[in-house]
């Protein structure tokens, strides 16, 4: 309901102008207040859309009223209301920013009109800014799904690259040439803080966050001028923490992987975040990739390490048999150099426990494996470790080996349907439960096509279509396929039709007239 306050030295004044004005506009809730004091200290518990200010009063005047309520409630609106011997005074106000002045007498109509006036114009700004509002909550929305998106093909895969150029833009970060990944390992139960955790990162407008797979989220963070990576990476981490310590959790820990060049090595710094989050008993719950020790003979280290990279795509691509080669290599390694026996199985089990982590990633929940017992002998070792690889195994192969074959022509038919809402890789792995990489792996080895790439030329190709269509504006047809903002649209068409909306409906309809404003 619209809040209207009188104020005005005289009772007789003020009951006069609620009378008529609640008459004309019955759903009005009016107050009254005296003078100018209490008028201030009333807008603040009121909060009115209106005031009607009577200039001359005792003590605290209108004009003095209205610059001290002003200044505390910028979007309260005035109209002054004055005797004609003090028109100047009213004239000053205006310029203050009252919207309006009533000469003391005024007739009924005159009232009812000018007051009439004000409040249509707040309705309007209302709507207006329910508009913007309303606009920029499913601009951010749409930013967000595609900054998940975004993260999940650089991560996994590869992402056009008129989608990184506009989000950086878009998402007022500042684009540098450096950047490093974080993964964050919650602990069980804490996916509801997934939403505290993106608004942190927000906050430093440094870094984008992908989806939450399992218990791990992934951040890629870039790099701030004036500031030492590790610097912005430990105050980073600390913030998130602080996410955990408010709400008392224990168990999260964050990885941080090295600083890369570009948006192509991401991947690279990414499995580096996961390597260093395999020691969750450390005091500090965070560690530089750098920070990992390399245990035993300096050789089989170095393999152990290469080993883990490799490990990423293959467990994501169920090479199993390469998987257990990688295990064994390590094993014969650390023999080869006469090792310590114990030193070789920890670090064994920790080359196991990314192979767990990484299936947890793509949504294949397993047991952290465990050796049952000590290993008296490199034979014992290899035996134990290709039992747990086994088991391993069996869990990947029952969880895909339900998936219908056709299961990606649905998710390809279900975009081509939908393409003009906001489709999310999280939401279509919830439609065919599968996880988001998983789906963007199948998109790239059976389509030969990004997932995002699909999208775009889908929403292109039907921006095409309703082109021929003067009809209708750019900007209807900015929202019709999908997107929220029409200068994003315009730079995604550009990037994928080489030629801007304007430019192809001119070619497409030659010279017929176009719609107002878009010759």
């Known amino acids: 309901m619209t809040k209207l306050l009188i104020v005005d030295d005289e009772q007789i004044e003020r009951e006069g102008l609620q009378m008529i004005l609640q008459k004309a506009y019955?759903?009005?809730?009016?107050?009254?207040?005296?003078?100018?004091?209490?008028?201030?200290?009333?807008?603040?518990k009121f909060k009115p859309d209106l005031i009607l200010m009577d200039i001359k009063m005792p003590g605290m005047n209108g004009l003095e009223a209205v610059e001290k309520i002003s200044a505390e409630h910028p979007a309260i609106k005035f109209v002054m209301v004055t005797a004609f011997d003090t028109f100047d005074y009213a004239r000053q106000a205006i310029k203050l920013g009252v919207k309006d002045y009533l000469l003391k007498p005024s007739k009924a109509s005159e009232i009812i009109a000018t007051v009439g006036?004000?409040?249509?114009?707040?309705?309007?700004?209302?709507?207006?800014?329910?508009?913007?509002?309303?606009?920029?909550?499913?601009?951010?929305?749409?930013?967000?799904?595609?900054?998940?998106?975004?993260?999940?093909?650089?991560?996994?895969?590869?992402?056009?690259?008129?989608?990184?150029?506009?989000?950086?833009?878009?998402?007022d970060i500042q684009s540098t040439n450096e950047k490093f990944v974080m993964s964050v390992l919650l602990a069980d139960g804490s996916g509801n803080y997934y939403s505290a955790i993106k608004e942190k990162v927000r906050q430093t407008k440094s870094g984008w966050v992908g989806a939450l797979y399992g218990r791990q989220l992934p951040i890629i963070v870039f790099r701030e001028p004036g500031k030492s990576f590790r610097s912005q990476a430990v105050s980073l981490a600390n913030e998130i923490l602080s996410v955990a310590k408010m709400e008392g959790k224990t168990g999260w820990f964050i990885g941080i992987g090295n600083v890369c060049g570009s948006l192509g090595q991401i991947r690279q710094s990414y499995q580096e975040s996961l390597i260093a989050t395999m020691d969750l008993s450390l005091p500090v719950k965070y560690r530089f990739y750098s920070d990992v020790p390399t245990v035993g003979i300096e050789r089989c280290g170095h393999l152990a390490k290469?080993?883990?990279k490799e490990l990423f795509d293959q467990i994501r691509l169920g090479e199993w048999e390469q998987i257990d080669l990688h295990a064994l290599e390590l094993i014969q390694c650390y023999e080869n150099e006469r090792a310590d026996l114990l030193q070789?199985?920890?670090?064994?089990?920790?080359?196991?426990?990314?192979?767990?982590?990484?299936m947890d990633e793509i949504g294949i929940e397993v047991e952290k494996p465990l050796f049952s017992l000590q290993a008296q002998n490199y034979w014992q070792l290899r035996q134990e470790t290709s039992r747990l690889l086994e088991r391993m195994k069996q869990h990947y192969f029952a969880h895909y080996g339900e998936l219908e074959a056709d299961t990606i022509y649905q998710i390809k038919q279900y975009i081509m349907e939908h393409s003009h809402k906001d489709i999310s890789l999280e939401a279509l792995?919830?439609?065919?439960?599968?996880?988001?990489?998983?789906?963007?792996?199948?998109?790239?080895?059976?389509?030969?096509?990004?997932?995002?790439?699909?999208?775009?030329?889908?929403?292109?190709?039907?921006?095409?279509?309703?082109?021929?269509?003067?009809?209708?504006?750019?900007?209807?047809?900015?929202?019709?396929?999908?997107?929220?903002?029409?200068?994003?649209?315009?730079?995604?068409?550009?990037?994928?039709?080489?030629?801007?909306?304007?430019?192809?409906?001119?070619?497409?309809?030659?010279?017929?007239?176009?719609?107002?404003g878009e010759s």
Request: glycine content about 4%.
């Open 429 to 516: 792995a919830q439609r065919v439960k599968l996880s988001p990489i998983y789906i963007s792996k199948m998109f790239k080895e059976k389509l030969g096509v990004n997932y995002i790439d699909f999208l775009t030329e889908c929403r292109i190709e039907k921006a095409k279509k309703l082109l021929g269509d003067p009809e209708k504006s750019i900007k209807e047809i900015t929202f019709e396929v999908g997107y929220h903002e029409p200068n994003y649209f315009s730079k995604v068409f550009k990037k994928i039709a080489a030629v801007s909306p304007k430019e192809y409906r001119k070619t497409l309809l030659g010279k017929k007239s176009l719609p107002v």
């Open 26 to 44: 019955p759903n009005l809730v009016i107050e009254q207040s005296k003078n100018g004091k209490l008028a201030v200290e009333q807008a603040g």
């Open 344 to 358: 070789t199985q920890q670090r064994v089990l920790e080359l196991l426990w990314i192979v767990s982590r990484v």
């Open 306 to 308: 290469l080993g883990e």
């Open 117 to 171: 006036k004000v409040l249509n114009q707040n309705e309007e700004e209302q709507k207006v800014w329910a508009a913007s509002k309303s606009q920029k909550e499913a601009l951010q929305k749409a930013l967000t799904l595609v900054e998940t998106d975004v993260v999940t093909q650089l991560l996994f895969d590869h992402v056009h690259e008129v989608h990184l150029d506009m989000l950086v833009e878009m998402l």
